[in-house]
């Protein structure tokens, strides 16, 4: 897994730790030493620590004017075991959040696996973006089922469209208009 590194291709056009509206922001990185883990296996030092042992994450890219976000996630998201979405929450989400942020594009090709918990934090996140939304990219079908088993897609919006998109070939605000788009012809009845 230390091979696994966040998607580089836009940091000419955001970097999370020069942004000093990002809860990410002043972030050091050390490309020689690695030393977080997804249980046994160390990751690249790329990915930002959030709290939880076995989630992190990379913000890639931000719009304030556009009031959207895509973070990149790696590893498991364990919310029954270490309780991983109130780490993302409190420490990524609620920052973002107090400065205008209401659209979250999440990337989870490098999310293993998912173990659920209650549904309290994404109902907490969904109520507090009101005329935004929460959408995944490239999950697995297994987490994506997971996330459904427990009635999260109340809440985070799963849309297979989307969630193949080819995301890695878009500019992010070329990615962020397909989505919105996405969402809205989905939201009509």
């Given at each position: 897994?230390?091979?696994?590194?966040?998607?580089?291709?836009?940091?000419?056009?955001?970097?999370?730790?020069?942004?000093?509206?990002?809860?990410?922001?002043?972030?050091?990185?050390?490309e020689f030493e690695y030393t977080?883990?997804?249980?046994?296996?160390?990751?690249?030092?790329q990915w930002d620590f959030i709290?939880?042992?076995?989630?992190?994450?990379?913000?890639?890219?931000?719009?304030?004017?556009?009031?959207?976000?895509?973070?990149?996630?790696?590893?498991?998201?364990?919310?029954?075991?270490?309780?991983?979405?109130?780490?993302?929450?409190?420490?990524?989400?609620?920052?973002?959040?107090?400065?205008?942020?209401?659209?979250?594009?999440?990337?989870?090709?490098?999310?293993?696996?998912?173990?659920?918990?209650?549904?309290?934090?994404?109902?907490?996140?969904?109520?507090?973006?009101?005329?935004?939304?929460?959408?995944?990219?490239?999950?697995?079908?297994h987490v994506i089922d997971e996330?459904?088993?427990?009635?999260?897609?109340?809440?985070?919006?799963?849309?297979?469209?989307?969630?193949?998109?080819?995301?890695?070939?878009?500019?992010?605000?070329?990615?962020?208009?397909?989505?919105?788009?996405?969402?809205?012809?989905?939201?009509?009845?």
């Amino acid at each position: 897994m230390h091979n696994i590194e966040p998607f580089w291709l836009w940091r000419d056009l955001y970097i999370s730790a020069e942004d000093e509206r990002s809860p990410l922001y002043n972030r050091r990185y050390n490309e020689f030493e690695y030393t977080n883990t997804v249980y046994n296996y160390v990751i690249h030092p790329q990915w930002d620590f959030i709290g939880s042992s076995t989630l992190y994450l990379k913000i890639i890219y931000v719009d304030y004017a556009l009031s959207y976000a895509i973070i990149e996630l790696m590893g498991e998201w364990n919310d029954c075991i270490y309780n991983d979405i109130m780490f993302f929450k409190r420490n990524i989400i609620e920052p973002m959040m107090q400065e205008g942020i209401n659209k979250f594009i999440l990337v989870g090709e490098n999310i293993f696996n998912f173990h659920a918990s209650d549904d309290c934090y994404y109902e907490e996140w969904h109520e507090e973006i009101e005329d935004g939304w929460i959408t995944p990219i490239h999950f697995r079908k297994h987490v994506i089922d997971e996330f459904k088993s427990q009635r999260i897609h109340y809440y985070i919006n799963f849309n297979e469209t989307i969630n193949a998109l080819n995301w890695r070939t878009y500019q992010p605000n070329q990615l962020f208009c397909k989505v919105e788009s996405l969402i809205k012809q989905n939201l009509l009845p």
